[in-house]
C-alpha cells in the first residue's frame, strides 16, 4: 500500500513553455501533499505543502506564480511550471501522508520524480 | 533555522565493511528522525524513523540508528555492507510543522 506515482517521468520542453507534472497516490486518499525540488548531488528541498480544496503553502523563496500547484482531488495533486527557463531544470519529487493509517501516519511516501529538463 | 547536517558526501567501502554515516541537527523541539535510501533511478524508500521510546531503533535491509539527544545525533549503522547497498542516502527531520527537512545526502558506493 501507500504508492505515489508521478508523470511523467521525464520531460524536455522549450525555453517559455509550461509544463504540468502530476502525482498521485495509488492506494489511498491524500489530504496533504508536498512538492520537493532536487538538484544534482544536494538535497531535497520543500517547495510547497498542497491542500486538497484549499491553496498551496509557499516555502520563502519559492515563486507561486511561477510553480502553480493544484489539488483538485484526494489522490492528485499537479505541478505546473510556468514559462519554464533552463535554471528550472531539475529533478521533481512529489510525496503523501496517509492519514487513513494510524502507523504511518506521520510519514511521506515518496513518488519517483520528475526529471524537468529545460532547453 | 532547522537544518540537517550530514558529514559524509561520498563514502566507499568495499562488502563486508562496516558503515557508520553521521546525521546532525538542530532543532531543540520534539522532532520524528528518519533514514531514507534512494538506489539508483528509483524513488525514495524509507529504512526506518525515531519517534520516540527505545533510541535504537532497526529497520530494513540490516540498518539501525541511534538517537541520542544530547549530541542531537542519528547515526545510521549497518554492521557488513554489500554492493546493493550502494546508493545515496538521507537523514531527514520532521519539526512540529510537520515539515521534513533533509541533509544533503550521502552517497556510499561498495565495491565487491
Known amino acids: 500500500g501507500a504508492v505515489v506515482s508521478q508523470h511523467p517521468s521525464r520531460v524536455i520542453c522549450k525555453s517559455g513553455t509550461s509544463v504540468k507534472i502530476e502525482c498521485r497516490s495509488l492506494?489511498?486518499?491524500?489530504?496533504?501533499m508536498f512538492w520537493y525540488r532536487q538538484f544534482p548531488k544536494k538535497s531535497l528541498m520543500l517547495m510547497a505543502t498542497?491542500?486538497?480544496?484549499?491553496?498551496?503553502?509557499?516555502e520563502q523563496g519559492v515563486e507561486k506564480d511561477k510553480f502553480l500547484i493544484n489539488h483538485a482531488s484526494l489522490t492528485l495533486s499537479t505541478l505546473t511550471v510556468t514559462s519554464a527557463h533552463p535554471e528550472d531544470s531539475s529533478f521533481y519529487i512529489c510525496?503523501?501522508?496517509?492519514?487513513?493509517?494510524?502507523?504511518?501516519?506521520?510519514?511521506?511516501?515518496f513518488g519517483p520524480g520528475t526529471r524537468l529538463t529545460v532547453l | 533555522a532547522q537544518s540537517v547536517s550530514q558529514h559524509n558526501h561520498h563514502v566507499i567501502l568495499s562488502e563486508a565493511a562496516s558503515l557508520e554515516l553521521g546525521c546532525n541537527y538542530s532543532y531543540g523541539g520534539t522532532v520524528n528522525l528518519f533514514w531514507y535510501v534512494q538506489y539508483p533511478g528509483q524513488h525514495l524508500q524509507l529504512l526506518l524513523k525515531y519517534f520516540s521510546g527505545d533510541p535504537l531503533v532497526k529497520g530494513i535491509k540490516g540498518f539501525e540508528a541511534e538517537f541520542i539527544k544530547s549530541k542531537f545525533s542519528f547515526n545510521l549503522r549497518k554492521p557488513s555492507v554489500q554492493w546493493s547497498d550502494t546508493a545515496e542516502y538521507f537523514c531527514?527531520?520532521?519539526?512540529?510543522?510537520?515539515?521534513?527537512?533533509f541533509g544533503q545526502g550521502t552517497e556510499l558506493s561498495v565495491k565487491p
Open positions: 531527514a527531520v520532521k519539526n512540529q510543522g510537520g515539515k521534513l527537512i
Open positions: 510525496s503523501a501522508r496517509d492519514p487513513g493509517l494510524a502507523e504511518t501516519r506521520n510519514e511521506q511516501f
Open positions: 492506494d489511498f486518499q491524500a489530504t496533504t
Open positions: 498542497s491542500n486538497e480544496g484549499s491553496k498551496a503553502t509557499y
